[in-house]
């Protein structure tokens, strides 16, 4: 957080002394979104959603940018891909639909102009906020079921986690212009959760009848999904209170791609009411 404060107020600083071109932009992005958590602890990216989005833009000046963004991505994870053998034993796995929108302010490092050629490349870096709505889901019995509603953790009914969050949203990114309305945008963007629930999992293992009562047999099946550890011999994984996730950590997610913008100029209303 103080980083983040840090970089709005350096940017800020900065904007005073900035050539002017002001401006809105707006378009498209595609690529990729990667997860990070209880799940994925060993930051593997061998399992990739679809990632894309609208962005708008406005330009205060060659060097600052004030950015919104509303993003599609998909992520998964699956205890299966761990080398970790008490993730492997746990044999957990996720997958979400993540629908994210996002504030930002953007740093130019070099002067950038649409349309000069000179002033038509520059790398930048970005800092904002988002609030994002995540369902996570996992396969069973050959269907996708739910899993927050069942309450994987012991949760009461009508305490469970929200499927709403927000983080803070940073990162860096290049930007080259092919005309004077057309640039190609290539960004990588990150994401710190204010949850560490994007995977369903955080905490321990409930008690299973507690867990049958409250919900049903479905919820105490996705909940403990454990096998043995290979060679420890008798597993306790999935007893009540033992560890489950760890919730020092909060989920986090990437989002990297490649847009596509167009530059609108500087337009602003007209007057009306004039005096001559």
């Not at 998964?76 to 993730?87: G, Q, Y």
């Not at 639909?97 to 740093?107: K, P, R, S, V, W």
Request: some cysteine.
């Amino acid at each position: 957080m103080r980083k983040a404060l840090l970089f709005v107020a350096i940017i800020l600083g900065t904007a005073s002394i900035a050539h002017a071109q002001k401006g809105w932009e707006a378009g498209g992005w595609l690529g990729g979104a990667y997860y990070f958590g209880d799940l994925n602890t060993n930051y593997d990216l061998s399992m990739p959603g679809l990632a894309g989005g609208i962005i708008a833009r406005y330009n205060f000046n060659d060097r600052l940018c004030f950015k919104m963004s509303a993003n599609y991505g998909k992520v998964m994870a699956d205890d299966a891909n761990s080398s970790n053998p008490f993730e492997q034993a746990r044999n957990l796995s996720f997958e979400s639909i993540l629908i994210d929108g996002t504030a930002q302010l953007e740093f130019n490092f070099l002067p950038y102009t649409h349309g000069s050629k000179d002033e038509f490349f520059t790398p930048y870096v970005f800092a904002g906020f988002n609030v994002f709505h995540f369902n996570p889901k996992a396969s069973y019995q050959g269907e996708m079921v739910e899993l927050r509603p069942l309450g994987t953790e012991g949760q009461f009914k009508g305490e469970e986690y929200y499927s709403v969050s927000g983080g803070l949203a940073y990162g860096l990114g290049i930007k080259l212009d092919l005309s004077y309305e057309l640039s190609l945008n290539f960004e990588l963007s990150a994401r710190s959760l204010f949850t560490d629930y994007l995977d369903d999992v955080s905490t321990v293992y409930p008690d299973k009848g507690d867990l049958l009562k409250l919900r049903n047999q479905t919820a105490v099946a996705l909940s403990d999904r454990s096998r043995e550890i290979p060679g420890s011999g008798d597993s306790q994984i999935g007893s009540k209170g033992t560890q489950r996730g760890n919730s020092n950590n909060n989920d986090s997610y990437l989002l990297l791609g490649v847009g596509l913008v167009y530059y609108f100029g500087d337009i602003r209303c007209p007057e009306y009411g004039r005096r001559r």
